[in-house]
Every structure is written in structure tokens, then in C-alpha cells.
């Protein structure tokens, strides 16, 4: 099969990148930054022109607008590299059959209240752009009628880029004192797992007949709070007094989800995939970060 990867400078586009390197199936890598084959997946045409040269039988949208509080003031980009782009891939898949596997958000959720893990079929009730357009995009690719899977997840992390626990690490060994929200509680999502599932789905061609959505982080769940913690014992860093606060401390153009914990009884059975407990999974990334240093 070959399959176009979007997005792949990112933190799960490096991930496929690892986990591909021993499939069997072809691997085109696109981006519009770093030495990749440049793709503007908000140009139908274009994305067209792609599938069309490389005979690509499915795309892994790994593409989007992620900066939560930038989504608020950045106007109509947003929408269209959340909502547009991801209804351009969706389009070019139908028009040859193929498999658009897309990736989503537990922003999707937290406008209501709840204490149970969020299913599939809960009803998403975003509270900012973001959210919003990461849900139209959910919307507008299941209109097109094409075979889909479209994944939400969770506090992704990685080796790779920006995110959580890289920060953690810097902050922790160069500060006396730390706050950390603990109001706010998901779970941490390795991409390399994620990535895993990803070409679990791929090469099982378990995918047929099973186009909707599902859910995927790592097990078990935790607040922002917890999360640091873990992250300072499992670098033996012990000079910072890390201390739990409100998220009202952090004034933020979001009101982000209190409680993003994903169900993923869904995507389990499906695909019969087995899924870390998310401090295991935190044990492995942090090995090679760790080492890198």
C-alpha cells in the first residue's frame, strides 16, 4: 500500500517516520517545513496531483493548527488547516477509494461537566476555536462519504518537538519552585504508541468496513500535577519543590477541558491493540531523552 504521512515534522509524524521504517508498505513523507516533500494540503489540486504521481491508497493527516490559545485571535487559518484541509484529503481519497486516517482531539470535549471517560458518541461541546474546528474537520470528512478513521487523542508527547514533558525537564532542573495545575485531569499519550496503533490499523487491514471514529491515549489518567511529578522522579530530579495549583492561576484564552479522559474500549476490540499504562510509556520516552542529553 502506498501512503502519504502530512504533518510529518511533527511530533507523531516523526513517530511514523520510526515505526515505518520496518513495514512493508510505501511511505511518502510531506510537510510544508524541513526536508521533507513539500504538500499544501489546503490546495485540493494539489493534494490530487500527489495521490495521482505516487498512486497513494491512503493518508495519515497528521497535519493541523495546535496552538490552543493562538487558535483565538489567528482568524480563518484555523479553520482551514483544521476543518478545510483535512474535507480536501478526505475528498481526494473518495475520488480513488482509498483510506483517510485522521487525527483528532479530546479538545473536541468541555463545555459540560462530567467525571467518566468520554466516549465516541458523546455529544462535543468545544469551548474554543480550536475545539471547534478540529470537531468540523471530524464533521466535514464524514460527510464525504470516504473510508475513514478518525483518532482522538490526548497530551501528546514525544522525543520530538514541543510539548510537556521536554518542558517539565527544563523547567524542573532550573527552578527552585514550581506550579503545576491539578485541576485539570486526562492522560499522557506517548506518540510512538499512537504511531504504533497507527500501523497496526495499516497493516492488520482491519480498517475495512470499520470507518468512524475512536478514541487512543495511553491508560490510566492524571493531572497536569501528577504528570510533572512523575516526570522529575523519573529524572532523579529532586531540587525543585514542584506544588499543585488552580488553573485560574493561569489565565488562558481557553477554558480547556477539566476532565479529557478518552475511552478507548472502542478502538481496543476493533483492532485488537493492547495499550501502555501511560507511566511505562513516560519510562521509555524519557530513556531516550535522557539519553540524548
Known amino acids: 500500500m502506498n501512503i502519504l504521512v502530512t504533518g510529518a515534522n511533527g511530533q507523531l509524524g516523526n513517530e511514523i517516520q520510526i515505526a515505518a521504517a520496518k513495514s512493508k508498505d510505501t511511505y511518502l513523507f510531506t510537510d510544508v517545513i524541513g526536508d521533507y516533500q513539500k504538500l499544501d494540503i489546503t490546495k485540493l489540486d494539489d493534494i490530487r496531483q500527489c495521490v495521482k504521481a505516487h498512486q497513494i491508497e491512503c493518508i495519515i493527516n497528521c497535519a493541523a493548527w495546535t496552538n490552543v490559545d493562538a487558535a483565538e485571535t489567528a482568524g480563518e487559518i484555523v479553520e482551514t488547516l483544521n476543518a478545510t484541509a483535512p474535507e480536501n484529503l478526505a475528498i481526494a481519497m473518495k475520488e480513488v477509494e482509498g483510506l483517510l486516517i485522521h487525527i483528532s482531539t479530546d ?169 501502555p499504562y501511560w507511566v511505562d510509556s513516560l519510562r521509555v520516552c524519557m530513556g531516550k531523552l535522557l539519553i540524548e542529553k
Not at 468512524?212 to 522529575?232: L, P, Q, R, T, V
Open 107 to 275: 479538545y473536541v470535549f468541555g463545555g459540560d461537566a462530567y467525571n467518566e471517560p468520554c466516549t465516541e458518541s458523546q455529544t462535543g461541546t468545544p469551548t474554543g476555536a480550536y475545539g471547534r474546528t478540529k470537531l468540523l474537520g471530524e464533521q466535514k470528512i464524514q460527510a464525504t462519504g470516504v473510508e475513514h478513521i478518525i483518532i482522538r487523542t490526548a497530551w501528546l508527547y514525544s522525543e520530538f518537538g514541543k510539548n510537556f514533558v521536554k518542558t517539565m525537564l527544563h523547567l524542573i532542573s532550573s527552578k527552585p519552585q514550581l506550579k503545576v495545575v491539578f485541576d485539570q485531569v486526562g492522560t499522557p499519550t506517548y506518540a510512538g504508541d499512537l504511531a504504533a496503533a497507527i500501523l497496526h490499523i495499516i497493516e492488520t487491514r482491519k480498517f475495512k468496513g470499520n470507518s468512524g471514529i475512536y478514541h487512543f491515549s495511553n491508560e490510566g489518567a492524571c493531572s497536569w500535577f501528577d504528570f510533572a511529578k512523575i516526570i522529575a522522579s523519573l529524572a532523579n530530579l529532586t531540587s525543585c519543590d514542584i506544588q499543585p495549583c488552580h488553573s485560574s492561576e493561569f489565565p488562558s484564552p481557553v477554558k480547556r477541558p477539566a476532565y479529557s479522559v478518552l475511552d478507548k474500549t472502542k478502538i481496543k476490540q476493533t483492532f485488537n491493540i493492547t495499550i
